[in-house]
């Protein structure tokens, strides 16, 4: 059984889960600890007891630790990607790929809290010396979704030590063993007792646990709009900073001058890979009129020449739903769709393979418009709706028609065109002949309108959220 780590023991849960291959239900990765609101406060009064000390830390020995969790990371990557994939589902390319992500991130932010800059300017008063500093802002509550179960904990664990914060890590209830197999590895980094800790449960005990408690003077949230919302309240009940990075209807533009084999291989890459479970997924595959034809003609060959199947497969290229629950979202949007009036041009059926697991086809919408609900909602699968638009400024409208407004994407040969879609695209990343979904790790990442809240996650612009500023005037 896999325990939680508080104040630097692994100590058992109140009860425990078992993780459940979605590729095939047999298999049972392992059994994990699940702790109550008891254990949740114990593991806050440790970090909260461990914060003053780890604040005036050394840099050095922050780096340190970091620079030694990400060389373990990357040096594992193959086996912590296979674990990953194992759990989430999506392909071992992928989960080695986002292993490898999560080590660079604990790298970069080696490096990075040595960067930590402030200010000294002259006072607009005689004799006064004025100085601008960055602290650390104490207890940060971290909440994962399970569609990231590496990368995205290591994105907010990396910053939160670099800047002198102590962690409380609560993972996703479908995907504990990466952030367990990446709290083994911090475990071993020198940290002192309490500045991370793990604690795996439910979000509504958990979770809520962090929320509530005035102890944890940060939380970092990435899920779904529902939760966020939840999340927000209870933040501003107590007034506690957060940050919330939360749902996409991401639109992909694919105006008549695109290459077609660009074109296709993004909204393929960026529709359906990850089996669409990615909140920059390209869900609205908005395409000018002249190249409607041959580009959803292309994509249907693409998507028939693909590999559904086990995530550990050597030759998948896409592996199933995380679990039933999701399939049945997926397959009850698929109904509305074709209640809605738009036609499934591909996909869209329960597939049998050699094991039990939660497999379905990429389902391609065509003749869709951009009030129906399969254009609106966030599905979090392999369904994306094919849009309709009779020039650029009209595609341009309708990208940025949805409440949400984390990636926006282009397909174009125009100069003219591509930037000014940069300049007019409202999301937080806007990508040119490019996917919706793949980004660097050492720059910003987030969304505007609805899909994010509070300052940026990643690269430099994360000392936003976990530090705060200190403005000190000195008489001389
Ligand atoms: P979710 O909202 O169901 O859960 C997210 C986390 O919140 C989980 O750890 C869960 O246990 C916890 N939680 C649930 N109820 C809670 C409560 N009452 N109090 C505190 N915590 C609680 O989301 P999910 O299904 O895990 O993830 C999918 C969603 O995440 C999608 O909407 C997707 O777009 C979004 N997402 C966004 C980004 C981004 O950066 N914008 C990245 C990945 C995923």
Same mark, same amino acid.
């Given at each position: 059984?896999?325990?939680?780590?508080?104040?630097?023991?692994?100590?058992?849960?109140?009860?425990?889960?078992?993780?459940?291959?979605?590729?095939?239900?047999?298999?049972?990765? +392992?059994?994990?600890?699940?702790?109550?609101?008891?254990?949740?406060?114990?593991?806050?009064?440790?970090?909260?007891?461990?914060?003053?000390?780890?604040?005036?830390?050394?840099?050095?020995?922050? @780096?340190?630790?970091?620079?030694?969790?990400?060389?373990?990371?990357?040096?594992?990557?193959?086996?912590?990607?296979?674990?990953?994939?194992?759990?989430?589902?999506?392909?071992?390319?992928?989960?080695?790929?986002?292993?490898?992500?999560?080590?660079?991130?604990?790298?970069?932010?080696?490096?990075?809290?040595?960067?930590?800059?402030?200010? %000294?300017?002259?006072?607009?008063?005689?004799?006064?010396?004025?100085?601008?500093?960055?602290?650390?802002?104490?207890?940060?509550?971290?909440? @994962?979704?399970?569609?990231?179960?590496?990368?995205?904990?290591?994105?907010?664990?990396?910053?939160?030590?670099?800047?002198?914060?102590?962690?409380?890590?609560?993972?996703?209830?479908?995907?504990?063993?990466?952030?367990?197999?990446?709290?083994?590895?911090?475990?071993?980094? +020198?940290?002192?007792?309490?500045?991370?800790?793990?604690?795996?449960?439910?979000?509504?005990?958990?979770?809520?646990?962090?929320?509530?408690?005035?102890?944890?003077?940060?939380?970092?949230?990435?899920?779904? *709009?529902?939760?966020?919302?939840?999340?927000?309240?209870?933040? *501003?009940?107590?007034?506690?900073?957060?940050?919330?990075?939360?749902?996409?209807?991401?639109?992909?533009?694919?105006?008549?001058?695109?290459?077609?084999?660009?074109?296709?291989?993004?909204?393929?890459?960026?529709?359906?890979?990850?089996?669409?479970?990615?909140?920059?997924?390209?869900?609205?595959?908005?395409?000018?009129?002249?190249?409607?034809?041959?580009?959803?003609?292309?994509?249907?060959?693409?998507?028939?020449?693909? @590999?559904?199947?086990?995530?550990?497969?050597?030759?998948?290229?896409?592996?199933?739903?995380?679990?039933?629950?999701?399939?049945?979202?997926?397959?009850?949007?698929?109904?509305?769709?074709?209640?809605?009036?738009?036609?499934?041009?591909?996909?869209?059926?329960?597939?049998?393979?050699?094991?039990?697991?939660?497999?379905?086809?990429?389902?391609?919408?065509?003749?869709?418009?951009?009030?129906?609900?399969?254009?609106?909602?966030?599905?979090?699968?392999?369904?994306?709706? *094919?849009?309709?638009?009779?020039?650029?400024?009209?595609?341009?409208?309708?990208?940025?028609?949805?409440?949400?407004?984390?990636?926006?994407?282009?397909?174009?040969?125009?100069?003219?065109?591509?930037?000014?879609? %940069?300049?007019?695209?409202?999301?937080?990343?806007?990508?040119?002949?490019?996917?919706?979904?793949? *980004?660097?790790?050492?720059?910003?990442?987030?969304?505007?309108?609805?899909?994010?809240? +509070?300052?940026?996650?990643?690269?430099?612009?994360?000392?936003?959220?976990?530090?705060?500023?200190?403005?000190?005037?000195?008489?001389?």
């Amino acid at each position: 059984m896999k325990q939680n780590y508080i104040d630097g023991n692994w100590v058992d849960g109140a009860s425990t889960t078992a993780n459940i291959n979605p590729s095939n239900t047999s298999d049972v990765i +392992g059994h994990y600890a699940q702790a109550d609101a008891q254990q949740a406060q114990m593991a806050i009064a440790a970090a909260a007891a461990a914060a003053p000390g780890w604040a005036l830390s050394n840099v050095q020995m922050r @780096a340190d630790a970091l620079d030694k969790i990400g060389t373990e990371i990357i040096a594992r990557k193959e086996e912590l990607g296979t674990l990953l994939s194992r759990e989430e589902g999506k392909t071992r390319v992928e989960g080695i790929g986002e292993a490898a992500r999560a080590g660079a991130i604990f790298k970069f932010f080696a490096q990075e809290c040595l960067r930590l800059r402030g200010d %000294k300017l002259p006072s607009v008063r005689p004799n006064l010396d004025v100085e601008i500093t960055r602290e650390p802002v104490g207890v940060v509550g971290i909440i @994962a979704p399970w569609n990231f179960p590496i990368a995205i904990p290591a994105w907010k664990i990396a910053p939160a030590l670099a800047y002198g914060n102590c962690v409380l890590l609560k993972p996703a209830e479908l995907v504990p063993g990466s952030a367990w197999a990446l709290a083994e590895i911090i475990s071993r980094a +020198g940290l002192p007792n309490g500045v991370f800790n793990l604690v795996m449960g439910r979000g509504s005990v958990v979770g809520q646990a962090f929320l509530n408690d005035r102890r944890v003077n940060a939380i970092s949230f990435t899920g779904s *709009v529902g939760t966020g919302a939840k999340v927000a309240q209870a933040c *501003v009940g107590r007034l506690a900073k957060m940050q919330l990075e939360m749902g996409g209807k991401n639109p992909l533009v694919i105006l008549n001058d695109a290459d077609l084999a660009t074109a296709v291989n993004c909204a393929v890459q960026g529709s359906f890979y990850s089996t669409g479970q990615r909140c920059t997924a390209s869900s609205r595959l908005i395409v000018e009129k002249g190249i409607y034809p041959a580009f959803v003609a292309a994509v249907k060959d693409k998507l028939a020449s693909l @590999a559904i199947g086990d995530a550990l497969a050597a030759g998948t290229d896409i592996g199933p739903v995380v679990d039933q629950s999701q399939l049945e979202q997926d397959m009850e949007y698929i109904r509305i769709g074709r209640d809605e009036g738009a036609t499934l041009a591909f996909g869209g059926e329960r597939l049998e393979r050699d094991t039990p697991g939660f497999y379905l086809s990429p389902a391609l919408f065509t003749d869709c418009s951009n009030d129906m609900r399969i254009s609106r909602e966030e599905i979090f699968g392999p369904v994306a709706s *094919v849009i309709p638009a009779d020039n650029y400024e009209h595609a341009l409208a309708l990208a940025n028609d949805t409440e949400f407004g984390l990636s926006s994407g282009i397909v174009t040969t125009s100069l003219k065109y591509a930037t000014h879609y %940069k300049r007019h695209a409202q999301a937080g990343m806007v990508m040119v002949n490019v996917p919706t979904a793949g *980004v660097d790790y050492h720059v910003p990442f987030g969304g505007s309108k609805g899909s994010s809240f +509070g300052s940026r996650e990643q690269g430099s612009y994360a000392a936003e959220f976990f530090t705060t500023v200190k403005t000190a005037y000195c008489g001389v």
